[in-house]
């Protein structure tokens, strides 16, 4: 009797977890490590070691996955906003990062493609980098909320002419920073042996933890992606509030270009952070977060990007075969959104339960 | 007499996460009948509806057609078995035509005949005597053509069982003729209807049988003849009701006292949304209402005195002084709240849990950088929960999970959580059951005897009646008179809609 | 009030937005005049391929290998100039590139282009620009119908050419090609002037096998996989690897990309697994798995752990090999617009070509041997 009580109630603590929105991602994460471990038991390891310059750094897998998911997650931060409110996505975060991060080199630079010391501080020209992303934020946003242009079609204008104007803003040129303290922010602060963009990653979530327990932003962010014209009639301003998501992922943006130069104290205006706008869009979707707006789950997205981290890290280190990299990564993915999709859910907690009511008979 | 049963449904089980919506339900349906499913909103009437065309799967339980047992896991598969419904809320799509929307996965070859398709539709549509173009936009039609469209739909689809689930709540008197002539025309020719409504006039106009439903239950099914209304409206509520007509004599009258200035006062106010201006003004603890056909221009109105349209004019006063409202915030911040038309649309924010529906206009005053803690929105959540005796398994439930009477109930706690001089009802009462109903016009009353100004607006007439001690009447967009006093009555009021008297 | 705001901002965005699409085309012709020194340079580079196939004077000027070429390509230019002045026409050319910010070797591509098809040198030059080939051949129409004489093409994709050449066949267009070659009848165009991707691997390779390692153990950074660098760069070590019995660690696509190369790199670091050379198709690749060797604290370089390769020849990198970081740097030739010049000129005063496919001459540097002159002279 007693036995079968417990029984149930395992049953029932199960299904609640399964309808648990965070479910996904963080099963999807145990399955990958799970299978790493399986497949080789130092996945786990962590190293202490030195860098050429002698600082002490983590090496090992876990620390790469929580160094280079760092983008990706910041900029789901913001994606999970802007897909909240305007019930779209913004495909043109990665050509905006190259804006970001080419015009924090001109800055930086002032110009010069091989200055020798830095020409202004770091800090204003992530300052000036932050104001111009925003205000791209706020182009899209603009297109969005007050031209009710459809998200993916508004920011495929920056999409395509995103990548063009970050080399307008260098005259095509590729800044080079020589100053080792710009490495910080995209490798290792000396002294402490974690990646500084675990750090930047880790005080964005923070940020915007706080920005939601102490603001109103998520409930009229989800107001107005659920119900425009509900949100109207209590007092909101829809447009508003959209182009203020716009804002604040054109933020997440300023801080992603920021540590991508700095990982290689220069950019390629073609190549940097490409495709990463996808990526954000899956952490989102991983994250169990719907993609037609309303209700979300930041840290899920957060954990969605650290999925596609461990996936890409895995299938490096199992070598995957280059032409067959993507079809892999393709495979993984869909059977994670399959997952994630509700008719699925709804009939794994109804398998749990027929499970349940057999073992109990 | 033993008549042939079409459509069998044997001890129908169905429960949702918190709810139990079904629990044993029988329900039969014979040949040429049509068969009213009664019950408050909650009851379990919709889920009901929803089991037997394959919107949900039931947990357990038979349903058999003609004698045979019915597997229907989906709508597809109801329509194939001569299902067809038409559902309270409008599901055509807007952005098809007509004749596609009649159409529409209905072809069985990939190829499509457009012309022929809209010369079917045309027949149709003049056939039922519906004022729209086989090519024209669903969307550019009113919602009523909509509803007869969605109607035209489902009778041209050859089904056994027709399921009207309230296709009458937004159609105005004339377009319920002509649907009841239509029902009359479907019985004789053998097909049985599901008429799930909240018009009793209607019930008895049209129905032969009745099936009341409380609480997910089954009550019992009655021939009209031997349920009388006073014990069908018991039978439903599951007490002894007290006079409808007792609320008025309950309510103090409300007496104009002199010189004293209006709480709002507006004066050639117009909107974009193709009203006259019109002046309007109303006093501290009047309860007013706009009355009209459909479409008179009455929520136009309301709608432009709380900012919800463009107001493109006029001059508006609260409390004799000048005020500017351009947006919905400037009315709430003057102390106004409207609860609009059309709860689904302007209403509710679906996926958001009760709690934050009834938070929110409060929250938007108080601003965005003070949220509410959850204590505190518990708190409030707790209160009018209870205060309006709002069904939900619980505050954290999303409001679209609940039935289309409570929602509104959330609405309405909403707005009574900003504790608002000026409260604007539209049609609040629309698609909710007599007891719900009967407990908003209490409502109204109390709160204008409490101080509060209301403007109420309903379809129906005895509704205003009996809540309002001042209508404003409307024809085509614009204001054509004001009753009072003795003129408060039926054929004044239609009269003067009418404008015969003229 | 703050509505008419919005829109303000949103105008003035839009219109900086244009102004910068615009503005690219501008900064690159006005960075044009500087870039042609570094074309002046590149055609000092250009010798006996060039110079088969030139029949006129200036071309063979332009052989000469020193720093009086400068000026003897200058000249060249000025006497073609006189000459095309005299029969008093400029040549309608219509050039169609590929997107000038793919990359540093297509900045310089582009640069060098717009330095030799000048009004001076007696063009009539028109540049359209695409990496999509359906917009490429639609760009390709419109010359056809403004009737340009020549029609130079580098095209996105290989397929898909046929018709829209024969129908510059038909109007009497001559089309010669630069830089990647396409599935079409030879008939359908005069020449085709290319890197030899397979060459350059082979260079490369051949490099690497002079270098007499104990043992080859190497990871094996590929472009975007399909592009004809990625094939040829690849093939070249595949084969090696093969007949020399060289141990590829790992053969992963960084797809160009600096991070994700660091992300491989540091994955094989992870696993403990042994390495001392890094075959990278491109600069950036190299930098990347660079920078995941920094931070593990791996040395490389000259006479250190680990040899690195790199191709393209960007200035940054050249001077990495100067400074010794890196050990080899194998060119991509980008200058083809004297080869072009070459050929019209030849084609104007009424000569054949022998060779439809030009093949371009590149270098490989190896970081012991190279010169501060080799950076500023082949960095692009």
Redesign the interface.
Known sequence: MHKEMKKSNNGNFFSRIVRQQMFIPIFALLILVIFNIIM?P?FLEITL??????NP?L???LI?ILD?GSEVAILAIGMTLVTAASGGQDISVGAAVAIAGSVLLRVLCGGDTRAETLQSPVILAFLVSCIVAM??G??NG??VA?FRIQPMVATL??YT?G??????VN??E?P?VSEQSFKYFG??IPGIPIPTPFFIMLACVIIMCLVL?????R??T??VG??E?????????PALIK?LTFVILGLCVAVVGLI?VS??S?I?????A?DIEMDAILAVALGGNALGG??FNMIASVLGAYVIQLL??TL??F?V???A?PAYKAVVVIILVVISAPTVRAWFTSMMKKFQTKEVA | MKESALLEMRNIHKSFPGVRALQGVDFTLRKGEVHALMGENGAGKSTLIKVLTGVYEKDEGQISLEGSVATIRSPQDAQKVGISTVYQEITLCPNLSVAENIFIGRTKSVYQNWKKMNADTEKILQSLDIPAKATQQLESCSIAVQQMIAIARAVDMDCKVLILDEPTSSLDEQEVAKLFKLMRELKAKGVGIIFVTHFLDQVYEVCDTITVMRDGKLVGEYPIKDLPRVQLVSKMLGKELDDMADIQSEAPKFERKEGSVPVLEAEGLVSDAGIKPFDFHIDKGEVNGFTGLLGSGRSECVRAIFGADRVLGGTVKKDGKVIKINKPLDAMKNGIAYLPEDRKIDGIVGDLSVRDNLILAQQVLKGFFRPFSKAEANKFADEYIKLLSIKTASADTPIKSLSGGNQQKVILARWLLTHPEYLILDEPTRGIDVGTKVDIQKLVLKLASEGMSVTFISSEMDEMLRTCSRLIVMRDRRVVGELTGDDLNQNKVMGTIAGGDK | MKKKLLTMVLSVAMVAALVTGCGNDGSTTTTADTAATDDAAADTATDDAAADTATDDAAADTATDDAAADTATDDAAADDTADTASSGELIKVGIINNNPNESGYRTANDNDLKATFTEENGYDASFSYSNVNDEQIAYAQTFIQNEVDYLLLSAADTAGWDSVLTDAQNAGIKVILFDRVIDADESLYEASIVSDMEKEGQTAVDWLKGQGLESYNIIHLQGVMGTAAQKGRSAAMDAAAASEGWNIVTQQTAEWNAETAQQIVQSVIDSGQEFNVIYAENDDMARGAVAALDAANISHGVGKDVIIMGFDCNKWALQELLDQNWNYDGQCNPFQSSYINDIIKTLESGGTIDQKTIIMDEKGFDATEITADDVEKYGI
């Open positions: 080789d130092s070691g030195t860098n050429n310059l002698g750094v090496g090992g897998y790469r280079n205000l791209f706020a182009f603009v297109l007050y204008i920056l002419a990548r063009s104007i970050a080399a307008w005259n095509n590729l080079i490798g290792y327990k102490f603001t109103n932003l409930l009229y989800q107001a659920i119900n014209n509900s949100s109207k009639l209590n007092g909101l301003n182009v991508k990982r290689n220069t390629n205006y073609s190549v940097i490409k309303g209700k890409t890290t490096y280190k070598n075969q280059s032409d990299l």
